[in-house]
C-alpha cells in the first residue's frame, strides 16, 4: 500500500479592504500566520502623500517585533525643537520635542514612510488590487461573500475593513457613518510643501497660534516640510465641504509676519490636501460574523491620540495572533476585543485632553497655552517638561 500524502489543510482566506497602515499591517501579520490574503483598495495606485505622524507606544513596540524599524528613515535629528508663533507673527524661542512617550521611543515620521515599509513588506507576498471596492457584502456560518465594484465576487473566511474613517465596509454592514461618528468642531487639512521653508528644517515644529485656530509646520530629513491646519468651526461637516484653499485664507486671516502666507501659498498650489472633519468613531463592537472592522474604520480616535497609525499596525499584529490562538474565527474576534478596547478607550479619551496641545480651542486656552510655553521654553524647565512628557 502506498502512502498518499495527505493535503496540507487549505490556508484560511482573508480578504482586506484598503491599503493603508492598517490593511497593510494586516495583510503581513496575517501571511506570516499561514493565511492566504488579498487587498482591495479603491485608489487607483499606490498612495505616497501623507503628513506628520508620532510614532510611539504600542506600534512602536508591533512595528520592532514585526522587523520592520530599521527600514523607517530617520526624519528627525536629535534635539529638534518646537517653536511658537502668536498672531503678530514673532517667533518665540522653542522647547526640544520629547524623544520618547508612551513607554517607548518616539519617531517623528511622515505616514508614507510607514505605508512604505509595510508596502514593500508585503507586495512580493500578497495580491493587492487597485481601483476596486466593495460593493455588498454577505455571510453565512461558512464565509463571507464580497460582491466587488468591479463585478468580481470573493469568498472568504475573513473580511477586514480597513478602509478607513469613512469606512464603507462598516456603512455595509453597520449602517450610515452618522451613527458612529463624534466630531470635534474642529476642521484639519494637510499638505506637502513643494519646497522647504527658510528657517526651519531638521525635524523642528513651528506651530502658529492664534485662540480657536492653529497652523503647523512640520520639517523632515530628506523631505519637504508638511503643514497642518486646524481650526474651529460650528459646522464642521459642511466647511469641509468648502474650496479648502477659500476655507483656510477665511480661518487663517490676520496673522503678522510671512509664515501663514507662505503656508497658505503651499496650501494652495499642493495637490494632495486633505480638508476633513476632526472625530473619533465610537462603535459597540468591531465584527460582526465574519467581518472584523480594522484601525480608523473600528476606532478613529482622531489625530489629537497621536497613536492612530501605531494602533492600526499593533491591533493587525494583536487580530493576527488571535487567530491563531483559536480556531474559530469568532472565538479570536471576541478574544482581540477584549484585549484592545481598553487601549483605544484610553487613547480616545486622552484626544480630548490633548487637543489643547495642538490648538488652543478659545481666549482662555491660548492665554493659559502661551504662558505654558513661556515657561516650558525656559531651558532648564524644558528639559523637566521633556523628562514628564515620557
Ligand atoms: C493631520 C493628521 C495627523 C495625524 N497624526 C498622527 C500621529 O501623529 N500619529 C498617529 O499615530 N496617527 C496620526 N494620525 C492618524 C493616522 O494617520 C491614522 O489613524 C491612520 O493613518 C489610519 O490608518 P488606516 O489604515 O486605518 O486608515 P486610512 O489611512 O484611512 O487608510 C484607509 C485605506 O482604505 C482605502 N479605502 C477607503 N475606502 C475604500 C473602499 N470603499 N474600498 C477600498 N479601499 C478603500 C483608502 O483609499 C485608504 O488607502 C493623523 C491623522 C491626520 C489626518
Known amino acids: 500500500m502506498s502512502l498518499r500524502a495527505v493535503p496540507p489543510h487549505p490556508a484560511r482566506r482573508a480578504v482586506i479592504v484598503g491599503s493603508g497602515i492598517s490593511g497593510l499591517a494586516a495583510a503581513l501579520t ?31 513596540a508591533a512595528a520592532d517585533r514585526l522587523g520592520i524599524l530599521d527600514a523607517l528613515p530617520k526624519r528627525a535629528a536629535s534635539g529638534a525643537r518646537l517653536f511658537e508663533m502668536g498672531p503678530s507673527g514673532r517667533i518665540r524661542p522653542g522647547f526640544p520635542i520629547p524623544e520618547s512617550a508612551e513607554g517607548t521611543p518616539l519617531r517623528i515620521l511622515l505616514r508614507s514612510d510607514l505605508e512604505r515599509v509595510l508596502y514593500d513588506a508585503v507586495s512580493d507576498l500578497v ?3 487597485y481601483g476596486v471596492g466593495p460593493a455588498a457584502i454577505s455571510q453565512d456560518r461558512h464565509e463571507v461573500t464580497v460582491m466587488m465594484t468591479d463585478g468580481s465576487v ?25 451613527l458612529y461618528r ?7 487639512a ?12 531638521g525635524g523642528d515644529a513651528l506651530i502658529a497660534t492664534a485662540p480657536g485656530r492653529s497652523a503647523w509646520i512640520n520639517t523632515y530629513v530628506g523631505h519637504p516640510p508638511v503643514a497642518f491646519l486646524l481650526y474651529r468651526t460650528p459646522w464642521p461637516a459642511a466647511e469641509v465641504r468648502r474650496d479648502p484653499a ?43 460574523g465574519r467581518v472584523v472592522l480594522l484601525g480608523d474604520a473600528a476606532w ?9 497609525a501605531g494602533m492600526g499596525i499593533a491591533g493587525a499584529e494583536a487580530l493576527s495572533r488571535a487567530l491563531d490562538e483559536h480556531g474559530q474565527v469568532s472565538a479570536a474576534l471576541g478574544a482581540w476585543e477584549r484585549e484592545l478596547r481598553p487601549v483605544i478607550a484610553r487613547f480616545q479619551k486622552q484626544a480630548h485632553v490633548m487637543q489643547h496641545l495642538f490648538m488652543p480651542v478659545n481666549r482662555v486656552g491660548y492665554v493659559a497655552r502661551r504662558t505654558a510655553m513661556r515657561v ?4 532648564a524647565v524644558s528639559k523637566i517638561a521633556a523628562l514628564t512628557m515620557r
Open 182 to 188: 463624534k466630531d470635534f468642531d474642529h476642521a484639519v
Open 127 to 129: 495580491e493587492i488590487r
Open 376 to 379: 516650558v521654553s525656559i531651558p
Open 30 to 60: 496575517l501571511h506570516r500566520a499561514g493565511w492566504q490574503t488579498l487587498i482591495v483598495e479603491r485608489a487607483p495606485e499606490r498612495r505616497t502623500g501623507g503628513y506628520w505622524v508620532r510614532f510611539s507606544g504600542p506600534g512602536y
Open 300 to 308: 478613529c480616535m482622531s489625530l489629537y491620540s497621536g497613536q492612530g
Open 246 to 288: 477659500e476655507a483656510l485664507r477665511e480661518a487663517f486671516s490676520g496673522f503678522g509676519g510671512t509664515v501663514m502666507p507662505t503656508m497658505l501659498d503651499a496650501m494652495e498650489r499642493s495637490e494632495s490636501v486633505v480638508f476633513d472633519q476632526v472625530s473619533q468613531i465610537h462603535i459597540n463592537r468591531w465584527s460582526q
Open 190 to 201: 494637510a499638505c506637502i510643501f513643494d519646497r522647504e521653508l527658510p528657517g526651519v528644517s
Open 154 to 178: 470573493e469568498r472568504a473566511d475573513l473580511l477586514i475593513g480597513a478602509d478607513g474613517i469613512h469606512s464603507t465596509v462598516r456603512s455595509l454592514v453597520y449602517g450610515p457613518e452618522d
